[in-house]
């Protein structure tokens, strides 16, 4: 009797275990992880026509992220390792926005990162390159933002400190490029009228160490001239954060010598009409993908020098402001 009771108890136990297992592995949490994601070449992803072929490669560096379940809750949380880290779904995205469309505002910073790396790198091979349009169109107002009772839906801004906007990255990487405090000058077309605010950049719920007015734009009347075809195949690869390892793959393929002298050279860092790179997020992330696949150099922006070299571990850093650093940086390698 009191066998039969101690199989039952165990055999119950073990339900009980198979079912908390399920549970903690295939029911989904309100978090997503953050992870090293992909360190890919970027000569397969991107074909200059009638370019060049190099021996080196530069690649692209990104994060991964998947929904977490309730398992990856519990042992993140009580764990913590270095490699990954939960963050919170609603954290994400920005006010008054479904993933849906902040992941289509994603692939349109792709779109534009991929333009402006086009025009910069003909531009540093010396060719004529005219871009223009009207502005960055302002799509919504946060109401924890600075631009909150400031900027309105349908403004359309052309100057953030007094340089140029004609597209929504360009309006992004200056602001991403200051300090969280900092005011800026945001010059606008509203109903024909030109107005200026000058707002303080605050770090918002969800884009923590990233400074923002609290607003979301969209390129409006963007046109481009560029002598050349460039064909990407970036597959399900989103955001801006790529735009630096993008011009340079491009400029590399415009040049009759190899830039990288013959080296894996990876990177990270938006990139602006004007060649200067903008600091990125889950650049740690970045640094254990591109040490995953054995890199020799790794290109980072200014902004997020101190974060990468906590976890560069012998991978040499390259710390630039502009995409003329890169290339004289690599120029007086090639000379040694």
Same mark, same amino acid.
């Given at each position: 009797?009191?066998?039969?009771?101690?199989?039952?108890?165990?055999?119950?136990?073990?339900?009980?275990?198979?079912?908390?297992?399920?549970?903690?592995?295939?029911?989904?949490?309100? @978090?997503?992880?953050?992870?090293? !994601?992909?360190? *890919? #070449?970027?000569?397969?992803?991107? +074909?200059?026509?009638?370019? %060049?072929? /190099?021996?080196?490669?530069?690649?692209?560096?990104?994060?991964?992220?998947?929904?977490?379940?309730?398992?990856?809750?519990?042992?993140?949380?009580?764990?913590?390792?270095?490699?990954?880290?939960?963050?919170?779904?609603?954290?994400?995205?920005?006010?008054?926005?479904?993933?849906?469309?902040?992941?289509?505002?994603?692939?349109?910073?792709?779109?534009?990162?991929?333009?402006?790396?086009?025009?910069?790198?003909?531009?540093?091979?010396? @060719?004529?390159?005219?871009?223009? !349009?009207?502005? *960055? #169109?302002?799509?919504?107002?946060? +109401?924890?933002?600075?631009? %909150?009772? /400031?900027?309105?839906?349908?403004?359309?801004?052309?100057?953030?400190?007094?340089?140029?906007?004609?597209?929504?990255?360009?309006?992004?990487?200056?602001?991403?490029?200051?300090?969280?405090?900092?005011?800026?000058?945001?010059?606008?077309?509203?109903?024909?009228?030109?107005?200026?605010?000058?707002?303080?950049?605050?770090?918002?719920?969800?884009?923590?160490?990233?400074?923002?007015?609290?607003?979301?734009?969209?390129?409006?009347?963007?046109?481009?001239?560029?002598?050349?075809?460039?064909?990407?195949?970036?597959?399900?690869?989103?955001?801006?954060?790529?735009?630096?390892?993008?011009?340079?793959?491009?400029?590399?393929?415009?040049?009759?010598?190899?830039?990288?002298?013959?080296?894996?050279?990876?990177?990270?860092?938006?990139?602006?009409?004007?060649?200067?790179?903008?600091?990125?997020?889950?650049?740690?992330?970045?640094?254990?993908?591109?040490?995953?696949?054995?890199?020799?150099?790794?290109?980072?922006?200014?902004?997020?020098?101190?974060?990468?070299?906590?976890?560069?571990?012998?991978?040499?850093?390259?710390?630039?402001?502009?995409?003329?650093?890169?290339?004289?940086?690599?120029?007086?390698?090639?000379?040694?």
């Amino acid at each position: 009797m009191k066998k039969n009771y101690i199989n039952k108890f165990y055999s119950r136990l073990i339900g009980i275990i198979l079912i908390v297992f399920i549970i903690s592995n295939f029911v989904p949490v309100p @978090y997503q992880i953050m992870e090293p !994601g992909i360190a *890919a #070449e970027l000569s397969p992803m991107i +074909k200059v026509k009638n370019g %060049y072929d /190099n021996q080196g490669e530069f690649l692209l560096t990104a994060v991964s992220t998947r929904r977490a379940m309730a398992w990856d809750y519990f042992y993140l949380t009580l764990f913590s390792p270095d490699d990954r880290e939960l963050t919170s779904i609603a954290d994400q995205l920005p006010e008054n926005m479904d993933m849906n469309e902040y992941i289509d505002l994603m692939a349109e910073l792709m779109e534009e990162s991929k333009l402006q790396a086009q025009a910069v790198a003909f531009r540093q091979a010396g @060719y004529n390159v005219q871009v223009t !349009g009207e502005g *960055a #169109e302002v799509v919504e107002v946060m +109401k924890e933002g600075s631009a %909150y009772n /400031n900027l309105k839906k349908g403004d359309l801004i052309t100057a953030v400190d007094g340089k140029k906007v004609e597209m929504a990255a360009d309006a992004v990487n200056i602001i991403k490029n200051r300090n969280i405090g900092d005011t800026v000058e945001i010059k606008v077309i509203r109903n024909e009228k030109e107005l200026i605010f000058n707002l303080k950049t605050l770090e918002l719920e969800g884009n923590e160490g990233n400074p923002s007015i609290g607003v979301l734009i969209s390129s409006k009347g963007l046109e481009y001239e560029i002598p050349g075809e460039v064909n990407f195949k970036t597959d399900n690869i989103i955001g801006p954060s790529a735009g630096s390892v993008f011009t340079m793959e491009i400029y590399n393929q415009l040049i009759p010598e190899d830039i990288t002298g013959g080296r894996k050279i990876a990177g990270t860092g938006t990139i602006s009409l004007d060649g200067e790179i903008g600091r990125i997020d889950g650049v740690k992330y970045k640094i254990m993908a591109a040490k995953e696949v054995g890199v020799d150099l790794f290109i980072v922006p200014e902004e997020n020098y101190e974060t990468a070299a906590e976890y560069a571990d012998g991978l040499e850093l390259l710390k630039v402001k502009t995409i003329s650093d890169i290339i004289s940086h690599l120029e007086k390698d090639l000379k040694l």
